[in-house]
């Protein structure tokens, strides 16, 4: 079954630090990947997506993130953290012919002083 | 444009009501699905669409129903509503056919039933 894995549940870094969040996908084929942030009380914005091409990937906000075939993962990472970093990330993907998109179970981002 | 527009933004419920939760969509995307959200479980699919006159369900459709009369809106339906239900739900559209193309969500509907 298609599956996108989140190991992380909560991670705390300080501001200033870098991060990275974990994502692993399970699909027959490579999918189309992404990375959503959620803010409290808030929808699901796009910060960066993967199609093909060139696996490392620009987002908004700062963000960018690897594709990398052989480990089967697209992880998120900032170079350093802003306290409006704080969030709920979510990894997504879905296969190039359908739009069913399959969601990781987030990672929630908390940054302290 | 405004997007994906929910409507309400929170509502509860008494076990047994029914209601309906408003999705609507000014992109003319074909392709349109509704989520709920539930703490440690992501997002998980309910009902999708890929046009009008067409649903199909998805990963967690028991208590549920959808329809789709028009390329703009797709309302969720709870008809005996239970507190299972209780979650933040999120409808979300996108382009059908178009391979390099993302979902676009609503701010979510927060339904609480007691």
């Known amino acids: 079954a298609q599956s996108v894995t989140q190991p992380d549940i909560h991670i705390t870094v300080s501001e200033g630090a870098s991060l990275e969040l974990r994502c692993n996908y399970s699909?027959?084929?490579?999918?189309?990947l992404f990375w959503y942030v959620q803010s409290p009380g808030q929808g699901l914005q796009l910060l960066l997506k993967?199609?093909?091409?060139?696996?490392l990937v620009q987002g908004i906000k700062g963000f960018e993130a690897e594709f990398k075939r052989s480990q089967s993962s697209f992880n998120l990472r900032k170079p350093s953290v802003h306290w409006s970093d704080a969030a709920e990330y979510f990894c997504?993907?879905?296969?190039?012919?359908?739009?069913?998109?399959?969601f990781g179970t987030g990672t929630k981002l908390q940054v302290i002083p | 444009n405004a997007g994906v527009t929910q409507t309400p933004k929170f509502q509860v419920l008494k076990t047994g009501q029914s209601m309906t939760l408003q999705c609507a969509q000014d992109?003319?995307?074909?392709?349109m699905s509704w989520y709920r959200q539930d703490p440690g479980m992501g997002l998980r699919l309910i009902h999708y669409?890929?046009?009008?006159?067409?649903?199909d369900q998805g990963e967690v459709p028991n208590g549920y129903n959808v329809s789709r009369s028009t390329t703009e809106d797709f309302p969720l339906r709870l008809l005996s509503a239970a507190p299972s239900q209780t979650s933040v739900y999120f409808c979300?559209?996108?382009?059908?056919?178009?391979?390099?193309?993302?979902?676009?969500f609503g701010q979510g509907t927060r339904l609480t039933v007691v």
């Open positions: 979300a559209s996108s382009y059908l056919g178009q391979q390099n193309t993302e979902a676009f």
């Open positions: 993967y199609f093909s091409g060139d696996t």
């Open positions: 997504a993907a879905r296969s190039g012919g359908y739009q069913k998109v399959t």
């Open positions: 992109m003319n995307h074909e392709y």
């Open positions: 669409s890929v046009g009008a006159g067409i649903t």
């Open positions: 699909y027959g084929a490579t999918p189309y």
